[in-house]
Nanobody, 121 residues
Framework: VQLQACGGGLVQAGGSLRHSCAAS????????IGWFRQAPGKEREFAAA????????YYADSVKGRFTISRDNAKNTVYLQMNSLKPEDTAVYYC???????????????WGQGTQVTVSS
């Protein structure tokens, strides 16, 4: 499956952005989707994930209550709505797909290109 992410940008603290991740090539509903992020000088970390039918979602503590992950299997797209953004949310954001169960680790089979999010204070 190929993943195409978009939606990054520059925003002031307290603002909002929405990422989307569009998939092509395979049956999208077979894949759990995760969002990860990597800040400068830091390791890539888990942010959010959603299971195959969208019925279960998972969040890192650092984004819980501010980010919302959702999916539309009819459109082969996953969304990450990011609200109340903080400067520490500045990072490159990646979407990733894996067959089967969702994971909060980095055991994903397919990765999209990263998109930059910069939150100014």
């Amino acid at each position: 499956v190929q993943l195409q992410a978009c939606g990054g940008g520059l925003v002031q603290a307290g603002g909002s952005l929405r990422h989307s991740c569009a998939a092509s090539g395979r049956t999208f509903s077979n894949y759990a989707i995760g969002w990860f992020r990597q800040a400068p000088g830091k390791e890539r970390e888990f942010a959010a994930a959603i299971n195959r039918n969208g019925g279960s979602t998972y969040y890192a503590d650092s984004v819980k209550g501010r980010f919302t992950i959702s999916r539309d299997n009819a459109k082969n797209t996953v969304y990450l709505q990011m609200n109340s953004l903080k400067p520490e949310d500045t990072a490159v954001y990646y979407c990733a797909a894996r067959v089967g169960l969702v994971s909060m680790g980095r055991s994903y089979d397919y990765w999209g290109q990263g998109t930059q999010v910069t939150v100014s204070s």
